[in-house]
């Protein structure tokens, strides 16, 4: 399996001010493509806190760690910090990051038919990443990502606007995750159940599971009117050879053979 760990950086996120789907998206696009994704962490915009979860996920080693937002030219935007913090290394203005940062003001600029004015400190503030350290071209917004290579493991750092991050990840990530995964995929499938209650359900996958090798069920109640129905979620991850898909199809019909020999329904 190839391992990835998500870190979003914002205490808008720890407060419930920004709903976290940048972690959604992220975490649904990766398994997609056959990663797993084995944690996602959210931490405040605070060089110490980002520095210490970085070092947590480094010694996990996962093969790719993503970490989104704190790439702004604001005061409370400090990923880049804790990046560099953690891998004690020095902030310098990167020439590459700085073109990037450069053309994009350029753009911006023809496009209202202003001026482009200096560089302000704000602006090369988006172009100041950790040394030894490369830029990642952002096609939509100013600020680019920013990658280092850890002892085996690919880190990102991304944007945190959500079109800007899905963007690089689109163009500079998945590709790489495809070529890391192989030949892995990821299958699932959805049915649902009426008149069972979930502790009656619960031995049933249970044996669906011991009989399925790979195939991994959760349940999930989905209350209507006081009326058993739930939704059964079916996954497995393997490679195409091992016949994934197939595999799902006969965990699929043991379990509703099952659930209609104990008086349940099975929806498939």
């Excluded at 940048?22 to 944690?39: C, E, F, L, S, Y």
């Excluded at 044996?207 to 999930?220: A, F, L, P, T, W």
Aim: glycine share 6%; aromatic share 4%.
């Amino acid at each position: 399996m190839v391992d990835l760990e998500i870190i979003c950086v914002g205490n808008e996120l720890l407060i419930g001010k920004i709903l976290n789907t940048n972690a959604h998206w992220i975490g649904k696009q990766a398994t997609n493509i056959g990663i797993d994704v084995k944690r996602i962490t959210v931490v405040q915009d605070i060089v110490s806190e980002i520095a210490s979860v970085i070092c947590e996920s480094l010694r996990r080693k996962p093969e790719f760690i993503i970490i989104t937002g704190g790439l702004g030219p604001t005061f409370d935007d400090k990923t880049l910090q804790g990046v560099a913090k953690a891998l004690n290394l020095e902030l310098e203005v990167n020439q590459e990051a700085l073109e990037m940062v450069k053309e994009k003001c350029r753009q911006y600029s023809k496009a209202i038919n202003m001026p482009m004015g200096e560089m302000t400190p704000r602006r090369v503030k988006m172009a100041t990443i950790p040394e030894k350290t490369h830029p990642v071209f952002n096609p939509i917004g100013t600020a680019p990502g920013v990658r280092v290579d850890v002892n085996g493991t690919a880190l990102f750092s991304l944007p945190g606007v959500p079109s800007e991050m899905e963007a690089i990840f689109t163009q500079t990530i998945a590709p790489q995750l495809k070529q890391a995964v192989g030949d892995t995929v990821f299958c699932e499938k959805s049915m649902f159940v009426n008149q069972m209650a979930e502790s009656h359900l619960a031995p049933l996958i249970d044996r669906v599971m011991i009989d399925n090798e790979g195939v991994y069920i959760k349940s999930h109640p989905m209350a209507v009117e006081n009326k058993p129905h739930i939704e059964v979620h079916l996954t497995i991850r393997a490679k195409n050879e091992e016949k994934p898909a197939q595999k799902i199809k006969n965990a699929m019909r043991q379990l509703t053979s099952l659930i209609e020999e104990n008086d349940g329904i099975a929806i498939v």
